[in-house]
């Protein structure tokens, strides 16, 4: 998940100290230092958590960065005072030494696992713990095998890299044969804040068994993967003002594709059921795939107990759907999340013959409805439009499928309209992917603007929506 709050992916600090570089960063995001949460990755060496705790505050307290309270969760920790320190923690730091399923396995039998990841804190890691932090984690003292870590990014790391030490090295290779690792030497760091991604010190990129020094295309790229996550941010709002498709664009589409009891359908990225219902209603087979945990924790939540509903939290990309095929796979503006060839490759290999694949988006325009209160917006736009990271994704080719084996491309058109408040679009236009990212204090100012521009309009805009289908299909005699 894309965290608004500092995440601090660390490989090691042996001589106990932190950097002038981190320890400038942390002054800059530890402003509120009530308390910070050890979690140890030794769960039943109570005097080793002791000291560590003691040990690793102190590194915060040499910097003048000390906490009014700090303590340790282990196995001594009753469960219902554990989560309570999740809950209320400033920080939470996750601590090295031990074993990586050790701290995960401490993490879900003290119940911590929910708390954390709903938690507000500022979360780091150090060797074991930044292992833990990333959706896919490997230790290779263990095995090679990966596990699933706590999913706060999808940076899998190798710890205390040392080019000199050959075997490390070589377990570092070996992890490099099946994902890409980015192997920390001690002193280094991620740190990672609403997408924005930061290092500090050296940091390699292995992939292949090949390895460089980590780029600044190396960065973007890795940004780019965190900004895919940006609406898990925001769950309830998302939830609350997407817009949602027309009812006559899914009866064609339900009709065209001839989905009903005993077809199975697949939707790509439901963020929290925009375009859900009308298809789970036609009595299907219904299953989803969300990047998104507290997306896919919503989509849970309101269709969870339907008998025919699916979903699985995980990343389309990388997700292993074993034997299973589709009768209609449909994306309502996520599809162009994910690289044109993935996209169209994995989706025709996962349709039967004959199957639909069908993708959506909505255009709206406001400026018919309203042509001064359209001039003032964009103005507010050339003032304050500067996201942090630029939404690279609106040049995916829907009409590019028969490259890769469909028919050709069918485009329909169906029409909606919206009527918002002054509140309801600044809500609105704060569920946009790159106005999520726009920094403070640029963010705030912009949204307040927005709503004052639709007040003084009479508090009312008027978005006249075209919502745009794209239908093809895999060939008959495909398989």
Known sequence: MMRKELLAVFSGFPEHHFSEEITKRLREELKIRKSIVFITACPNEYAQNDDDCDGMHEMFAEQGLAFEDHCVIDKRTDPSEAKKLVENADCIFLMGGGACEEQLNLIREKGCFEVLFDSHAAIFGVSAGSMNMAVNTVDFFESMEPFAGLGFTNITVSCHHDPGDTWRY???????????????????????????????????????????????????????????????????????????????????????????????????????????????????????????????????????????????????????????????????????????????????????????????????????????????????????????????????????????????????????????????????????????????????????ALKNAVKEAGDRIVFNDTYVLYITKKPDNKR
């Not at 044969?177 to 930061?198: C, L, N, P």
């Not at 817009?243 to 359908?265: H, Q, W």
């Not at 639909?356 to 001039?375: I, K």
């Not at 028919?407 to 704060?430: H, I």
Request: with cysteine; proline share 5%; net charge negative.
């Open 170 to 448: 070589e377990q570092t290779l070996r992890m490099s044969e099946d994902r890409v690792v980015y192997a920390m030497e001690d002193m280094s760091a991620f740190f990672i804040k609403e997408g924005r991604i930061e290092t500090v010190g050296k940091i390699w990129r292995a992939e292949n068994r090949e390895l460089h020094m980590l780029t600044d295309e190396d960065i973007k790229e890795l940004e780019q993967d965190e900004f895919r996550r940006v609406f898990d941010t925001i769950p309830d709002q998302f939830d609350r003002f997407r817009p949602r498709y027309s009812e006559e664009l899914f009866d064609f589409l339900n009709t065209s594709a001839g989905i009903g009891p005993g077809k199975r359908v697949l939707e790509l990225g439901p963020g929290t059921g925009q375009a859900t219902e009308p298809v789970l209603r036609t009595g299907c087979e219904y299953h989803a795939i969300e990047l998104g945990g507290h997306l896919c924790r919503k989509m849970k939540e309101k269709y969870g107990k339907l008998p025919n509903f699916d979903i699985v939290n995980d990343d389309f990309i990388t997700h292993d759907f074993g034997d299973m095929k589709f009768d209609m796979i449909y994306s309502a503006a996520t599809i162009q999340w994910i690289p044109e060839e993935i996209a169209f490759t994995k989706t025709f290999k996962l349709l039967k013959p004959g199957g639909t694949l069908a993708m959506m988006l909505t255009s709206s325009e406001y400026r018919s409805s309203d042509e001064a209160l359209y001039d003032k917006i964009q103005k507010l736009y050339d003032r304050y439009y500067k996201p942090d990271i630029p939404y690279k994704h609106g040049a995916f080719r829907y009409t590019a499928a028969p490259e890769y084996g469909f028919t050709e491309v069918d485009q329909y058109e169906f029409k909606g309209r919206r009527v918002l408040s002054a509140d309801e679009y600044a809500a609105f236009s704060g569920t946009h992917c790159d106005h999520i990212v726009i920094p403070e204090p640029i963010r705030t100012e912009f949204f307040d």
